[in-house]
Each structure stands twice: as structure tokens, then as C-alpha cells.
């Protein structure tokens, strides 16, 4: 069974910036693909970014220029550094996990984190 527990959320104005942390544990953590998706008030969840074992990545048009996915694989960790943040990326961040890329990248991956808050203020 494949842990994910998420970290550096927080309040920050617009402008600013912030890194998120996804710790994963329970897997060979260099062979599964990761990713990030957020759900904002009142919006559905969507992808922000996600990287294959291979650490190729993938943006939300949103993002790119902004923010960058990275993964280190002795730490079984992923992060999300997040730089000129805007109100509108205000939303819950959840990592999520599965050995196929594909699903990370669709929202349907099997392992899933419990989300951290990430607020912009404007």
C-alpha cells in the first residue's frame, strides 16, 4: 500500500512563493509516477503538474513559466515550488501516485494524499 503525506502549504500573498512536499512510502518510490492536482472553491480538481519515474513532466497551461515539478528519488519525495502565486491558484493541492503516468496525469491514479491549503491573497 502506497503512503503519500503532503507538506508546505500555508498562507502567502500574491507574488510570493511557496514549496509543496509529497513524502511517499510503502513502494519502490523510483518506479511510480507522481503528480500534483488541485481543487479550488466552487471548481472541479485539476492537473497542476506531474513527472514520470524517468522525470519527464507535464504543466497545466496555468502554471507553466511558474511553477516546477521535481522529484528526488533517495528521499521518496516530490515537490512543487511554486513561484509568482496568484490568487486564483488558491485551492487544495493533492499529490497523487500509480505506477502508470497516464492515470497521474488524468486524476484517476490509485494513491492519493490527504491535501494541503495553499492560500494567495491578493
Known amino acids: 500500500q502506497v503512503q503519500l503525506v503532503e507538506s508546505g502549504g500555508g498562507l502567502v500573498q500574491a507574488g510570493g512563493s511557496l514549496r509543496l512536499s509529497c513524502a511517499a512510502s510503502g513502494t519502490i518510490f523510483s518506479i511510480i509516477a507522481m503528480g500534483w492536482h488541485r481543487q479550488g472553491p466552487g471548481k472541479q480538481r485539476e492537473l497542476v503538474a506531474a513527472i514520470t519515474s524517468g522525470g519527464s513532466t507535464n504543466y497545466a497551461d496555468s502554471v507553466k513559466g511558474r511553477f516546477i515539478i521535481s522529484r528526488d528519488n533517495a528521499k521518496n519525495t516530490v515537490y512543487l515550488q511554486m513561484n509568482n502565486l496568484k490568487p486564483e491558484d488558491t485551492a487544495v493541492y493533492y499529490c497523487?501516485?500509480?505506477?502508470?503516468?497516464?492515470?497521474?496525469?488524468?486524476?484517476?491514479?490509485?494513491?492519493w494524499g490527504q491535501g494541503t491549503q495553499v492560500t494567495v491573497s491578493s
Open positions: 497523487a501516485a500509480d505506477y502508470d503516468h497516464g492515470t497521474v496525469v488524468r486524476g484517476t491514479g490509485r494513491y
